[in-house]
């Protein structure tokens, strides 16, 4: 059904919110270049060598398809900052527009409407797969699902006809990972599994072109997904399957995707931005505050509740801490992507403030599944003045408070400044093509003639 949704069967709003999300994306891509793990998986890329299928964003280097889609993606994610998905927990465009760029560049002459919809329609199956099949503890779904959008994207944009476009996913589900192993720990890979799983996903549909095979019912099978990864080794719920079916190809979830607007582990967005309106509407001062209480789910504490350490990797560390960005709030009085180098997450002020950021759960904040967790926070801020407290169940970005044209076109600037990939020239030449992305002819256009510094 997928193979034959065109671009004049999506309906116009959703088109014109995917290509925020396509600038969004590319612009926290550009944020990346520096960041750590990246030039040391750029450079291995090119040491690899190989074909100059497509370009590797910020460096201008040109290499073979996979591996410049997975180039791509790191950058995408390291910084924390790409769109989610909040009722599948999922990342994911970070998976999607790498892996339909890089095969779009790789096969040439492929328009902007034709681009714009394999990503509609990979970021619809990512979403549908993270809300119907909850996974086992453990599984990290940006990756364990987002190389099915990833192949899907590439697929789609290779033409393949229905038979091998099912190959691709088969094959996709043969590579299928991605845990939270890395997260916990605070290492790189938290920021190179979607990446891996956007490599895969392109490696699966160019497989497929050339007539590999792959197991057809990798959802539903005996040994599909929903039974291999479901968080139940029961039958799979029928409720489930027709979720995952429902409107096919009709309705896109990409349409409730989220923007974030800190650089950081979405499960603290609503922490910190109760802690920046609570600080600018009363005259909160760091020196005054003599701790802070934030109650969250048991799911949020267990990914950014602990008690603020830095380890191997500080960036990450800070990116997955309450404690940590709930002082930089109330220290900076903003959550920027300044924040999160080295030397302000070791700043002594912050570090000591961050002692006295209290995270506890609330058993009245329920997860809705092992891996959709509740971003809900209540912030409570004790002062001699007296106590400040505010409860917010979502914050800005989320569908319900949304972000506008003229706020996205901001952060994909100040994304693109603070990367230093691009001139101030070179900015306004790649937001233009962006923008009236459906009319380009040949998507190569926007990115080959790019000065990248």
Avoid at 334 to 347: A, D, H, Y
Avoid at 415 to 435: M, R
Wanted: proline share 4%; glycine share 8%; with cysteine.
């Amino acid at each position: 059904m997928l193979r034959g949704v065109t671009f004049s069967q999506i309906p116009s709003l959703t088109v014109e919110r995917a290509k925020l999300f396509i600038i969004d994306t590319i612009g926290v891509a550009l944020a990346g270049k520096g960041a750590e793990g990246v030039e040391a998986a750029v450079d291995t890329i090119m040491a690899i060598g190989g074909a100059k299928d497509a370009t590797i964003l910020c460096y201008g280097k040109r290499a073979p398809a996979p591996h410049a889609a997975m180039a791509n993606a790191m950058m995408i994610h390291c910084r924390d900052y790409d769109d989610l998905y909040e009722p599948g927990g999922v990342h994911v465009n970070v998976s999607v527009v790498p892996a339909a760029l890089a095969v779009a560049q790789k096969k040439g002459g492929v328009s902007g409407k034709e681009f714009i919809t394999a990503v509609i329609l990979a970021v619809d199956l990512v979403c549908r797969l993270a809300v119907s099949v909850p996974v086992f503890r453990g599984w990290h779904v940006t990756s364990t699902f987002g190389i099915f959008g990833a192949a899907l994207a590439a697929g789609l944009i290779l033409k393949l006809p229905q038979d091998s476009l099912a190959d691709a996913l088969g094959i996709a589900y043969s590579q299928a990972a991605g845990t939270r192993q890395g997260r916990l720990e605070g290492s790189l890979t938290k920021r190179l599994q979607p990446a891996l799983a956007c490599q895969a996903g392109v490696l699966a549909a160019l497989l497929a072109q050339r007539g590999i095979t792959g197991p057809r019912e990798w959802i539903e099978g005996s040994w599909g997904l929903a039974r291999v990864y479901g968080d139940s080794h029961e039958s799979i719920k029928q409720q489930s399957i027709e979720k995952l079916h429902a409107a096919l190809g009709k309705t896109f979830l990409g349409d409730e995707l989220s923007f974030k607007c800190y650089p950081c582990c979405k499960v603290a967005h609503t922490a910190i931005e109760a802690t920046l309106d609570l600080a600018r509407e009363n005259n909160i001062e760091a020196v005054e505050v003599k701790k802070v209480l934030v109650e969250v789910s048991s799911g949020a504490y267990n990914t950014v509740g602990r008690p603020f350490e830095i380890r191997k990797n500080p960036q990450v560390d800070a990116q997955f801490s309450i404690p940590y960005t709930v002082a930089l709030a109330l220290i900076k009085k903003e959550v920027r992507l300044s924040g999160f180098e080295e030397k302000t997450i070791r700043n002594p002020a912050i570090f000591e403030l961050s002692k006295r950021v209290h995270v506890m759960v609330n058993p009245e904040m329920i997860d809705s599944s092992t891996h959709m967790v509740n971003l809900a926070a209540k912030v409570a801020i004790h002062t001699d003045r007296g106590i400040f407290s505010r409860h917010l169940a979502t914050c800005r970005g989320n569908p319900l408070r949304p972000l506008d044209k003229e706020e996205v076109f901001r952060k994909f600037q100040d994304c693109a400044t603070y990367g230093k990939a691009l001139s101030e020239k070179e900015i306004e030449k790649i937001l233009d093509s962006l923008t009236r992305l459906e009319d380009i002819e040949d998507i190569d256009e926007i990115f080959s003639t790019i000065k990248w510094l």
